[in-house]
């Protein structure tokens, strides 16, 4: 798509606007680039009457269809007026050209619950909040509602205290076979998951340096995270190690007096035992997923799931067993070959089973998924959002609160992911990470760490991000070479933390 732009609006947002109604376009420099025949041109401008008018014409080979908004200058500031101007006129012109209507509106953000926050703190009430996103952001009615309500739920989670405190997350980024729709850099090659012990020697030491480094800092840790790839691709002897080095580390620095919660993200059905996750309960884990994403036999094959519907039957009695307290299950609404009766039948079948947590996905495509690189997917298909409506209601007549929600690009229908759980089995983990509420100190391979400071007058926090090396082979290297990055950590933590 060429995109040519007369006024103020920048050229990024509007091909985050262009992404909701062509997903995978390009926006290449020169005209003669350009392969899709697609043309957008934004014209904005200020009235006498203190008004800004945009109009956008979209262009899709011998076809053309125009949008026009007018925003009050009295009513928002000139930019956000530029961007409610240029996205209504986007939408309106995208809606007659391809007969989409993306329910978000024109909020392209990951967090939409950070503005309904925000809204919340300023005394609206959901509903109020609800309808003043609706207004602004031109978003869908149910969808302003569902970011009210996580909002409320965050709110109930979030204290002075969780601020002060910080959260671990531990990356096991090995798989026992690859999913077709997975892009994350878990390895999964038999020569590749030989590298396991290694790795287990160099994370053990890293978690070792990570909780003292937590310690000399003074913070206690509200949760801990093992997250993937697929922690339970460990085998028993593995698993008991990294987790008995977790526990002396946690004792010996002092930091987890206070701990709320202990997840470890088991994931792939067919990795999980009885052995593992007795192992896992007697550590303390007080949280596991377990992941079928869909319970149609038909579709965990077009996916590539090396797992059937009774493996994961089986895996979830395993882990009512277990003693852990919480079990998520993650499903995915819109996979390739999947149909809504199926997925009613999947979200049906998940609740009679009454775990305390179920997370609905949108079906995303990264760029390096078989899925996109053989086009073998309709990135606008409506099912997506019959699947994610039915889910929504299903779920919340049977007792669950929606309480976390992010969004991705590329979802198909451009919906969002829901963490829905009983009142009182919230992830906790899950809502410190994506709201930003306190410092998250990581371990292992493609691993984050990421500093959060205690909020300002305004509410205003400072964030640093450190990244570990993405590869488990990168990791290991530099560790031999150069000794831990988390070790390195120190100056900057100190510094930051000051
Ligand atoms: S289990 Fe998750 S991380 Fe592993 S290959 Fe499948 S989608 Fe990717």
Known sequence: MIIRINGNIKKYYVETLAMMFFPGVRFPENESDNTDGLICTVVSERGDDNTLTSSVELVSGERKETGLSRVSLDEYDSETAEKIAAGDSFL????????????????????????????????????????????????????????????????????????????????????????????????????????????????????????????????????????????????????????????????SSGVCENIREFTMEAGRPDTITGEKLKIASEYGVSRISVNPQTLNDDVLKIIGRAHSVDDFYRAYETASKSGINDINIDLIAGLPGDSEESFRNTVDSVVSLAPTNITVHTFSVKKSSVFRMEERYDALSPLAGKCIEYSQQKLQCSGYEPYYMYRQKNTVGNHENVGYSIPGHEGLYNVYMMEEVHSIFSAGASSVTKFVSLPDEEGNVRIERFFQPKYPYEYLEEHKETGSRTEKLRKEALAFFS
């Open 92 to 251: 309106k012109a995208g809606e007659k050209l391809t007969g989409i209507r993306p329910p978000w509106g024109i909020l392209t953000g990951v967090r939409p619950a950070k503005i309904a926050t925000e809204l919340l703190e300023k005394g609206y009430d959901v509903k109020e909040a609800a309808d003043a996103i609706s207004r602004t952001y031109l978003t869908l009615g149910p969808k302003a509602e569902l970011a009210s309500k996580v909002a409320l739920a965050e709110r109930k989670l979030i204290t002075d205290q969780t601020r002060e405190e910080c959260s671990v997350y531990i990356g096991i980024p090995f798989c026992p076979t690859r999913c077709a729709y997975c892009s994350f850099v878990s390895y999964t090659s038999k020569k590749l998951l030989s590298l396991i012990p290694e790795y287990l020697e160099v994370l053990c030491s890293d978690i070792a340096d990570l909780f003292k480094l937590i310690g000399d800092l003074g913070k206690n840790v509200a949760s801990i995270y093992i997250g993937g790839g697929t922690p339970t691709v460990l085998d028993p002897h593995q698993l008991e190690k990294l987790l008995s080095r977790i526990s002396l580390s946690a004792k």
